[in-house]
């Protein structure tokens, strides 16, 4: 299993271009999360996903769109990008249950210039 | 009000001894989980121990166990015979059902970071 994956590993962007960063899993898990982790802020919940088709707002939801088409992936989408959002991305799933794990993919570390 | 209070932002322990690190958490569920995760420089976060708010022992995982103390809400993670691998930052997290919408989420607080001396 390659577990939690996430492309690209980098990117820079300038103010109010648009991107998508990829997540996807092959552990089958129903939940997958987005967070951003930021100095001094620890990991603050972006966007969640119950399963496919099911999306709700994190903690910190402004500026960012998610969709659930597919068990496996959940992509996030800035839509028009600040300086602000420069940051580290977590990705991460859970079969659910209180007591299960929550896998992280390595991260995203955005730029926005 | 912070769900998940992690006081002390950074920590120095001599190799080979103990370290307390310090996990604070407010909920007024009955039912939640708590867990400590790993991040070191290289930036990947790495599960440590969880302890569900029914168990009635100490979770233990290797060199890490955790002081529950449920009376307190707090959940001290505790590494034993510190190594210089564990120079890392530490992440307290917990877990409630949100039974509104079915989710498991996790909330983290804004972690301490171990620094190991030789």
């Known amino acids: 299993n390659a577990g939690v994956t996430q492309t690209p590993k980098f990117q820079v962007l300038k103010t109010g271009q648009s991107m998508t960063l990829q997540c996807a899993q092959d552990?089958?898990?129903?939940?997958m999360s987005w967070y951003r982790q930021d100095p001094g802020m620890g990991l603050r919940l972006i966007h969640y996903?119950?399963?496919?088709?099911?999306?709700d707002q994190g903690e910190v939801p402004n500026g960012y769109n998610v969709s659930r088409s597919t068990t496996e992936d959940f992509p996030l989408r800035l839509l028009s990008a600040a300086p602000s959002q420069t940051s580290v991305y977590f990705c991460?799933?859970?079969?659910?249950?209180?007591?299960?794990?929550?896998?992280f993919g390595p991260g995203t570390r955005l730029t926005v210039l | 009000a912070q769900k998940i209070t992690q006081t002390q932002p950074g920590m120095f322990v001599q190799e080979k001894e103990a370290v307390t690190l310090d996990c604070t958490y407010d909920t007024s569920d009955p039912s939640y989980g708590l867990f400590w995760y790993k991040q070191p420089s290289s930036g990947e976060m790495i599960f440590l121990i969880y302890q569900g708010s029914y168990d009635q022992q100490n979770a233990t995982e290797g060199r890490y166990s955790l002081n529950f103390q449920k009376a307190r809400k707090s959940a001290n993670l505790v590494i034993s015979a510190s190594q210089l691998g564990d120079s890392a930052m530490y992440f307290c997290a917990m877990r409630e059902v949100d039974l509104g919408t079915g989710s498991y989420q996790l909330t983290f607080g804004k972690g301490t970071k171990l620094s190991v001396i030789p």
């Open positions: 996903s119950v399963g496919a088709g099911i999306t």
């Open positions: 552990m089958n898990h129903e939940y």
């Open positions: 991460a799933s859970t079969p659910g249950g209180l007591g299960n794990e929550q896998f």
